[in-house]
């Protein structure tokens, strides 16, 4: 399946969103997202520390015109498509208009159909890569059935 990224042309873009406080509903990924929990409460405030997604809603508030808070998503989860259609996790929320945005949530085919994503402003493949393990000498073989 192919999809393509949501660009709006820019005769509807706002310039100004006069002090409009939006909400923004994240889960911690550092580096991209960093921020402190206010309390142990499900769906609780977060205070953001600096990172990549902190410097672009910033960046963002300052050049329009907006402010914004942060929570994490009452489930704690992304976002799945459960039984039914329905979803969880920060998907779940978007949704049902309980929080306006969030910066950093990969894109899925799934997710694509039921949000609108804008054009990515970071993207990498991170791998992780390491050598294969050599095999135990034979004459391990007698102990290592009795390691902890």
């Given at each position: 399946?192919?999809?393509?990224?949501?660009?709006?042309?820019?005769?509807?873009?706002?310039?100004?969103?006069?002090?409009?406080?939006f909400r923004l509903?994240?889960?911690?990924?550092?580096?991209?997202?960093?921020?402190?929990?206010?309390?142990?409460?499900?769906?609780?405030?977060?205070?953001?520390?600096?990172?990549?997604?902190?410097?672009?809603?910033?960046?963002?508030?300052?050049?329009?015109n907006f402010t914004y808070?942060?929570?994490?998503?009452?489930?704690?989860?992304?976002?799945?498509?459960?039984?039914?259609?329905?979803?969880?996790?920060?998907?779940?929320?978007?949704?049902?208009?309980?929080?306006?945005?969030?910066?950093?949530?990969?894109?899925?085919?799934?997710?694509?159909?039921?949000?609108?994503?804008?054009?990515?402003?970071?993207?990498?493949?991170?791998?992780?890569?390491?050598?294969?393990?050599?095999?135990?000498?034979?004459?391990?073989?007698?102990?290592?059935?009795?390691?902890?």
């Amino acid at each position: 399946m192919q999809y393509t990224m949501f660009n709006p042309p820019s005769t509807d873009r706002l310039e100004n969103y006069n002090r409009h406080k939006f909400r923004l509903v994240e889960n911690e990924h550092f580096p991209h997202m960093s921020a402190e929990r206010q309390s142990e409460e499900p769906g609780t405030l977060l205070h953001h520390r600096d990172s990549i997604g902190t410097r672009v809603i910033q960046a963002m508030s300052s050049s329009l015109n907006f402010t914004y808070e942060v929570r994490e998503p009452m489930d704690g989860q992304w976002g799945m498509e459960l039984e039914g259609g329905n979803w969880n996790g920060i998907v779940k929320d978007l949704q049902r208009e309980e929080g306006d945005i969030c910066l950093d949530l990969t894109v899925t085919p799934q997710r694509y159909q039921v949000i609108q994503y804008t054009g990515a402003y970071i993207q990498q493949s991170i791998v992780i890569l390491s050598s294969k393990p050599r095999p135990l000498p034979e004459y391990m073989s007698l102990i290592r059935p009795f390691e902890c």
